[in-house]
């Protein structure tokens, strides 16, 4: 009898705990991971402030005889410098590496040289200014050096592949005897073939956050590019005072063999010449906005 009873109490015990309700423990709430976007677009603004291997031009004067250079001044810099203004777009592979490709267009400084004569009978002045623009295409790599949450100091280096879309030397000109007319001469020469203008860009910069999705940005950067003219135009107008203006075109070829020969094309002559490297080197500042989505 004490043996059913002892069951039959288990047993009303047992009933009575599985009629209760069960509170199921529910695992604590996670924070959603923030996730960034793994694009960008960027737009930038630089200026050459150093050609550093650039070729420049020097200014000269002279002295009594007409004879010798008594005086002469180099350019602060050659080609390359002044602004550059682009547009860029990436991805972001790794929390290390970006890759990405900018466009951007160097506007370049007017380089202005004079050259100054004083003779016995005569004096000549002149000035002769050079322009150039191009278009370039950088494929590029970011390596990150330090990350913070606020911002990060990165180095990029890249490819440059560039397109002369504008090169030119305009020079302006007064030769004046002493007794006599003077004459004006107005001449350019226009570089309207090259090849691909090739080098590299290397930067230093920080990153620092503005918004969710805005950024900012400061860097260094050093672009070394060089071309090769393949011909060029020249016109030149001289005008003597009291007679009709002269004018003179000529087309030049540049070749890295050839003769120094004379041709004929429309009408004009045509001279080869020797090709040679013209070097377009800056370091500089920039600064943009970049934009991820």
Known sequence: ????????????????????????????????????????????????LLTPGSQVTTSYTSGQSGMTNTGFKNNA??????????????????????????????????LTTENNYKG????????????LRVLSITPNITFKALSRPAYYIYNRLGLVGGIVMDYKTTSNSLYAPT???STTTIS??????????????????IQFRLGESLRGFSEIVAYNQSFRPKESLYTSTSTKSGSTPTKSTYIYQYK????????????????QSASSNVVMNSVGVGA???FRF
């Open 1 to 48: 009898m004490g043996t059913v009873q002892a069951q039959t109490i288990a047993s009303l015990n047992t009933a009575s705990r599985s009629s209760e309700p069960v509170n199921t423990a529910k695992a604590p709430r996670q924070p959603k991971a923030t996730i960034e976007a793994p694009y960008y677009v960027k737009l930038y603004g630089f200026y050459g």
């Open 77 to 110: 810099t050659g080609l390359g410098a002044g602004p550059r203004a682009g547009i860029g777009v990436g991805v972001i592979v790794s929390e290390f590496i970006n890759l990405g490709i900018d466009a951007d267009m160097l506007f370049g400084s007017t």
């Open 120 to 131: 016995s009978n005569y004096t000549s002045t002149g000035t002769t200014s050079t322009t």
């Open 179 to 181: 007794t006599g007319a």
């Open 188 to 205: 350019e020469t226009n570089y309207r073939e090259n090849s691909l203008a090739i080098g590299y860009q290397a930067a230093l910069g």
């Open 256 to 271: 890295t063999e050839g003769e120094y020969t004379t041709t004929k094309q429309d009408g004009v002559d045509v001279y």
């Open 288 to 290: 943009g906005i970049l």
